[in-house]
C-alpha cells in the first residue's frame, strides 16, 4: 500500500498536471522524498521538450509501482531515500518493474553506488542538478549497463 503523494501522468484518466507523454519525448520517473529538489528537476525537465515526468514518488513503493505503470525511459532516483527503503535498495525492484529503464542516482554524499555495477547508469550529486541534462542524455544513448 502506497503511503504518499502518487502523481501519474501517462494517461488522460489520471487527470495529471505533470505532462503527457508525446512521440519522440524521453520518459522520466522522479523518485525522491523531498519536495524541493523534485520540483527543481520536474521543472528542469518541463523546460525541455524532450523529457516529460511521467510520475513523481516519495517513497520505494511507489516508485516501484509507478515504474511498473509508466514504463519510463529513465528514473531519476535520490540515494537516501527516506523509509523503511531507500534508494539504494529499492533499485533491483526497479529494475524488475521496468527492465529498460536506465537508473540516474542523485546523491549528497560521495558514497554512492558504482556506475556500472549493473545496478546504475550514472550518478550526479544534488549539487551538479545543472549537469543533470546531459546526463540523462549520455545514459541514453550508452548500452544499459544492466
Known amino acids: 500500500m502506497c503511503t504518499g503523494v502518487v502523481r501519474f501522468t501517462p494517461s488522460a ?3 495529471s498536471t505533470l505532462g503527457q507523454v508525446t512521440a519522440g519525448s524521453v520518459r522520466v520517473l ?3 522524498d523531498e519536495a524541493g ?3 527543481v528537476i520536474a521543472d528542469v525537465l518541463g523546460d525541455d521538450e524532450r523529457f516529460v515526468v511521467c510520475g513523481e514518488a516519495v ?3 511507489e516508485a516501484v509501482q509507478l515504474a511498473y505503470e509508466t514504463q519510463p525511459h529513465v528514473i531519476v532516483l535520490d540515494q537516501f531515500l527516506f523509509g523503511p527503503v531507500t534508494g539504494s535498495e529499492v ?3 526497479l529494475r524488475a518493474a521496468a527492465p529498460a529503464a536506465r537508473i540516474v542516482v542523485l546523491t549528497a554524499s560521495s558514497h554512492t553506488v558504482p556506475v556500472g555495477s549493473g545496478t546504475v547508469d550514472g550518478v550526479l550529486r544534488k549539487t551538479e542538478l545543472d549537469q543533470l541534462l546531459a546526463l540523462i542524455q549520455n545514459v541514453l544513448v550508452e548500452p544499459n549497463s544492466a
Open 59 to 61: 517513497a520505494a513503493d
Open 13 to 15: 484518466r489520471h487527470g
Open 91 to 93: 533499485i533491483p525492484d
Open 37 to 39: 529538489p523534485r520540483r
Open 30 to 32: 522522479l523518485v525522491d
